[in-house]
């Protein structure tokens, strides 16, 4: 399985498994969390439970249960903050420092996005090396409601990911709060 290094109680990048006909065909199931709701591509399979599905993440889907390349995770609350911004530093923290995401980990981009519903909502785009050293890019999107009290998120990451995969699963993401 090419997936970095994950401790039981942090977070993998969520992958969602994203073929290039998948992603651009959006038409999958939409799976909801709470205030949040994503299309899964066409042909994913759920991840039910292991460590994939540790650190607050609801609903983990995979391009494959037994050798996942691609994922996308998602969650009503992540339960690290109120706030998306503390919610990506806290990530990021997690990242750097306790090698959640495995080696390398670094943020490319990150971006105030706007968000029906949302009072706060980011982007970030971010890269990281497996143990095995394959190079994975990902994305997650934050997004937080003073009525909520509670950050939502999706996260997709995997090796091979395109510009129109992350955008097909961001242009499916609903928050309503």
Request: hydrophobic residues 35%; aromatic residues 8%.
């Amino acid at each position: 399985m090419r997936t970095p290094r994950i401790p039981l109680l942090r977070c993998l990048a969520g992958m969602l498994a994203l073929s290039l006909a998948g992603c651009t065909g959006g038409s999958g199931e939409r799976v909801t969390s709470g205030s949040t709701s994503v299309e899964v591509p066409e042909g994913f399979v759920e991840i039910t439970d292991g460590p994939l599905t540790s650190g607050g993440w609801e609903h983990v889907y995979a391009d494959s249960e037994d050798d996942p390349t691609t994922l996308l995770r998602m969650s009503q609350d992540l339960g690290r903050a109120p706030a998306a911004d503390t919610t990506f530093s806290t990530l990021q923290g997690e990242a750097l420092f306790q090698n959640s995401y495995g080696p390398d980990f670094s943020v490319i981009k990150r971006t105030d996005i706007d968000v029906k519903n949302a009072d706060r909502a980011l982007e970030v785009e971010f890269s990281y090396a497996t143990d095995a050293g394959d190079s994975m890019t990902g994305c997650w999107w934050l997004f937080s409601s003073t009525s909520t009290g509670a950050t939502a998120a999706v996260e997709i990451s995997g090796e091979d990911l395109s510009a129109e995969d992350t955008e097909a699963v961001k242009k499916s993401i609903r928050y309503k709060p």
